[in-house]
Each structure stands twice: as structure tokens, then as C-alpha cells.
């Protein structure tokens, strides 16, 4: 039987609507929040190669800062810091360039007017800067695409193979 899915994924990547508008709600809501809850992302997996490779060249990079500073240990002085590298912006720069790949929903105002605007990484890193709770949103659903993906894996593994005699 083929199964339709609700939530399909096109080469690992699904569009998801971050805020969701609590149904049977009397609440009145603002134009703002009305807003949110027609903004819609598409994310792509968090197993994709590109995301994976650079997130562990991120956190090798973190590795190191922390050893040269001697993080963990008691010989840690916060004060013998300098400027450095932010772990978040890091971490931002890459949800920003390989997971979170366009949206519908986001502009700016120019003129007093709202504009809508085309996905960049550029713009996608400020973004997550002024609205931290969605690059949680983002990682939430790009590890939800890679489990489905990893369920369809493991279903096809599970299945015999069907012999022909020929």
C-alpha cells in the first residue's frame, strides 16, 4: 500500500509554520502575533552533509578556544579572556546557511510600509540574532527531519526482500 505522509520531505527539507495559533482560542491577538502565525520556514535536515560537516569544524573550533583558556579546569580565569570569537554567532552562522534555506512571512518596513523580503543567510543570521527562539525552532525541526528520514531508513532495512523465481 503506499502511505501518504502528512509532513513530506523533499530532498530533506520541509516547510514548517515556527508559531502555531492555539486552536479554539478566544484569545484576541495583536497584529504582531497575528503576523507570527503566518511565518513559515523551510529547514533541511540536520544530517545533511554540509550542516554536519560544518558543525563539527564549529565545535572542534570551540574544543580549542576552551583548551587554550583552560575551561574545566581550575586554572580557568574569565578575566584572561579577550575578545573572541562568539560560540553563538558560530552557531547561528551555521543554522543560518545550512539549515534554514528560505521563508514566507518575513520582511521590513521601508517607508512605513511592510515589505516583504527574499531569504539570504546574511539576512537569516540577523534574523536569528533579533528572534533567538527560532533558531530553536529551526534545530527542533531539522532533527525532526532527520528522524523521519532515519525511520524511513530503518523500515526499508527491516523489510525482506521479495525473491522472484526467474
Do not use: C
Not at 45 to 65: C, F, G, Q, T, W
Not at 85 to 109: E, H, M, P, T, Y
Amino acid at each position: 500500500m503506499l502511505i501518504i505522509s502528512t509532513q513530506i520531505d523533499l530532498n530533506g527539507e520541509r516547510w514548517f509554520f515556527p508559531y502555531k495559533k492555539p486552536e479554539g482560542s478566544k484569545k484576541k491577538f495583536t497584529p504582531e502575533e497575528e503576523s507570527l502565525f503566518k511565518l513559515r520556514l523551510l529547514v533541511a535536515s540536520s544530517e545533511s552533509p554540509e550542516y554536519r560537516s560544518r558543525n563539527a569544524l564549529v565545535r572542534r573550533h570551540i574544543d580549542k578556544m576552551d583548551a587554550g583558556y583552560q575551561v574545566g579546569t581550575k586554572d580557568f580565569n574569565l578575566a584572561s579572556v579577550g575578545d573572541i570569537d562568539s560560540v553563538d554567532d558560530l552557531l547561528i552562522d551555521n543554522v543560518a546557511r545550512f539549515l534554514l534555506k528560505d521563508w514566507d512571512g518575513v520582511g521590513q518596513l521601508v517607508d512605513g510600509a511592510e515589505v516583504a523580503i527574499d531569504y539570504t543567510p546574511e539576512i537569516g543570521i540577523v534574523m536569528l540574532k533579533q528572534h533567538p527562539e527560532l533558531y530553536w525552532r529551526i534545530l527542533a525541526e531539522a532533527a525532526n527531519i532527520a528522524q523521519g528520514k532515519e525511520l524511513q531508513t530503518q523500515e526499508t532495512v527491516k523489510k525482506p526482500s521479495k525473491r522472484s523465481n526467474g
